[in-house]
C-alpha cells in the first residue's frame, strides 16, 4: 500500500506558474487534493503556500502584481542580474509555517546544488531558503547559500520533480506549465539566459510525462514570457480551464472514478 493517495507534481516556468493555481483549483472543484505535493522554482512557490493552508484563490490574490519589479529588481553582483527580493518578501509576509514540518500537506523542494552537480529534494528543516533556492534561475538570480552549498533554481536538473514522490502514491498528477515554441526574437542577454534556461526545462518532457496518471500541460502558456506576471489572471485561467477539459475526457473520467468513487459500505 502506497504512504499517499494523490500526489502531484508542479513544475518551474516562472510567472507562468500561476496556471499552477487554476489546476488545483479545477482539481478541488472536482473533489480532487493532494495528499503530498513536489515543485521545482515557480511550482515551488504555489507549493508551498498551497501545503501552507492557503486556497488557490487566496495565493493568486497574494502573489499576483502589477509590475514585475514586485518580484524583482537589477542588482550588479557577480554571481546574478537580479535580485528575488519580492518573492521574498511575499513569502516571510505570509507564510505560516517556518519549517517543513509545520506544513499541513508534506512538501519536496527541489533546488539544484551547484557544487556537486545534483538536485537536492529538500522536505525537512527550515522551509525558506530551500524555497527560494528553487525559484533562483541561474545567471539572472543570486544562489542561495545552504550549509555553505551554493543553490540555484531545481530546474536546471530536474523541472519535474516527481522523483521524491514516485512509487508513493496512488494517483500522480503532473502540472507542467513551460511548453516551448517557435520564438520570434532572443537578442538581449536577459532574453538569452530565459530562453536557453526553458529549453533545458523542457528536455525530459517526453519520458517524464509517461509517469503521470493525469498530466496536465496547456500548450497556450508558451506565448507568456517567464518573467512577466502581469498577466497573472489570465495565466490561472488557461491552467483551470485546460484542467476543466482533462477531466472531462472519458478516459480520465473512468480513471477518476475508480480512483475517487466513493468506498462501497
Known sequence: MNKYRTGIVLSGGGARGFAHLGVLKALN????????????????????LYA??????????????????HYVRPTVPREGLLQISGIEKIL????????????????????????????????SGELLKPVIASASIPVLFKPVIINKI?????????????????????????SFVNPTGYEKTVTSMVQIAE???????????????????????????????ILDP???VEVFEIGYKATKNKLREPEIQRLLSTQFSPPTP
Open 52 to 69: 501552507d493552508g492557503y486556497s488557490p484563490d487566496e495565493i493568486l490574490k497574494i502573489m499576483n502584481a502589477t509590475s514585475s519589479l
Open 150 to 174: 551554493h543553490y540555484v533554481d531545481g530546474g536546471v536538473l530536474d523541472n519535474m520533480p516527481v522523483k521524491p514522490i514516485e512509487g508513493k502514491c496512488d494517483f500522480i498528477i503532473g
Open 29 to 48: 472543484d472536482a473533489d480532487i487534493f493532494p495528499d503530498v505535493i513536489a515543485g521545482t522554482s515557480a511550482g515551488a512557490l504555489v507549493g508551498v
Open 230 to 232: 502581469e498577466k497573472a
Open 92 to 123: 516571510i509576509d505570509n507564510l505560516r509555517a517556518k519549517r517543513f514540518e509545520d506544513l499541513k500537506i508534506p512538501l519536496f523542494v527541489t533546488a539544484t546544488d551547484l557544487n556537486n552537480g545534483v538536485a537536492e529534494y529538500f522536505s
Open 195 to 225: 530562453r536557453a534556461f526553458m529549453l533545458n526545462m523542457s528536455k525530459e518532457l517526453d519520458h517524464k510525462s509517461q509517469k503521470f496518471d493525469l498530466f496536465i500541460a496547456p500548450p497556450e502558456l508558451k506565448n507568456y514570457k
